[in-house]
């Protein structure tokens, strides 16, 4: 009895549980912690919390939050890796049709192969 | 004199009624119609105004309103990426209000609208046994075609920041000794987070997009609310 309970209690909550149709995760956070301590680690942080919003947006079925691929690319940029970053503002303009004047942008302001 | 009576008290009665018919009539699409007409898809967050002397706050702000607005279906432009553009164009501490500067948004960066922010109050206030934060923001959507205010909406959030003691004096000492290192970022994002979700509508990448013109909305486009920690 107590199980069916249980189990009854569950799906109420799942289906009154909204989703939200995007996933951020702790990259807002992360993002402001790099801005304001500015170190090596706070930085890396960032990039790894996006690393962990790409791999959970994947999970769920659920478009990478706008602009955070490019945010990812300019971390690259930064660390060099033009060929890695190039790429990621390509998934940027794919997922998010809007960003393509910008990502042309920074194609010609970072010297990258369109 | 006796024929003017009835219309001298019928006149606070109409006064009345009008005023209520107002009130109760603001939906969504009636305070903001160019939001259904012309809704932008596309938004670039401006550094926003601090007018508080919490120096944090202005960060505390620009590094969580892009996922608040997301939240709500629009394209938001990566906003480091247009803040490092900004800063070299030098336009990062300027109010960019020009039409000429916000044709160039749309023109060079495709951004459909720009966001404004001002944030008018970040006051932390401690009483016997518990702390509050209170946040008051301004903000408004100038669209990068008509150069027009399309949303605007002024909030304001306190945070209760706990009422047990225990954990009150120990968030006590920990703000006393570590002043410097305070973080109240996640307050400032649910604050954004709830201040969008009560008073912007949803954009075009929402599920729910196109469903809301009939929403309340307040009619002086203010709001206050209380989020509990």
Same mark, same amino acid.
């Given at each position: ?114 | ?34 939001? +259904? ?7 670039? =967050? !401006? ?7 919490? &120096? @944090? /706050? ?33 336009? +990062? ?7 000429? =500067? !916000? ?7 495709? &951004? @459909? /609208? ?21 946040i008051q923001a301004r903000f408004a959507l100038i669209s990068t075609y008509s150069f027009e205010t399309?949303?605007d909406y002024s909030s304001t959030i306190r945070v209760n920041l706990g009422s047990e003691s225990e ?63």
């Amino acid at each position: 009895m107590k199980a069916r309970a249980a189990l009854l209690l569950c799906l109420l909550l799942s289906a009154c549980a909204q989703t939200s149709y995007l996933y951020y995760g702790d990259s807002s956070h992360a993002y402001y912690k790099a801005v304001k301590h500015a170190t090596a680690q706070s930085v890396a942080d960032y990039k790894a919390s996006l690393e962990r919003v790409f791999s959970e947006s994947a999970r769920r079925q659920q478009p990478v939050p706008p602009g955070l691929y490019c945010d990812y690319a300019m971390l690259l940029i930064a660390e060099r890796d033009f060929s890695a970053a190039r790429e990621y503002l390509l998934r940027e303009k794919s997922c998010w049709p809007e960003s393509a004047l910008l990502v042309d942008y920074l194609f010609q302001r970072y010297g990258l192969e369109p | 004199m006796r024929k003017s009576f009835p219309s001298l008290l019928l006149l606070p009665v109409l006064l009345l009624l009008g005023a209520c018919s107002g009130i109760f009539n603001h939906t969504l699409g009636n305070v903001y119609p160019d939001m +259904y007409a012309n809704q932008p898809a596309s938004i670039l =967050v !401006l550094p926003p105004v601090n007018n508080t002397t919490a &120096a @944090d /706050a202005r960060e505390y702000f620009s590094c969580s309103l892009a996922e608040a607005l997301g939240l709500r279906g629009y394209y938001i432009l990566p906003v480091e990426t247009m803040f490092n553009i900004l800063r070299d164009e030098g336009l +990062y501490h300027e109010r960019n209000d020009d039409p000429a =500067v !916000l044709a160039n948004f749309r023109k060079y960066f495709g &951004a @459909d /609208a720009v966001l404004y922010t001002v944030i008018e109050k970040w006051d932390k206030s401690w009483f016997l046994d518990s702390g509050r934060l209170t946040i008051q923001a301004r903000f408004a959507l100038i669209s990068t075609y008509s150069f027009e205010t399309i949303w605007d909406y002024s909030s304001t959030i306190r945070v209760n920041l706990g009422s047990e003691s225990e954990k009150f004096l120990v968030k006590l000492i920990e703000s006393a000794v570590k002043t410097a290192m305070e973080d109240y970022f996640s307050n400032a994002r649910e604050a954004n987070i709830l201040t969008f979700e009560k008073a912007l509508p949803y954009g075009k990448y929402h599920p729910l997009h196109g469903s809301d013109a009939e929403k309340w909305v307040n009619w002086d486009k203010t709001g206050s609310y209380e989020i509990d920690k």
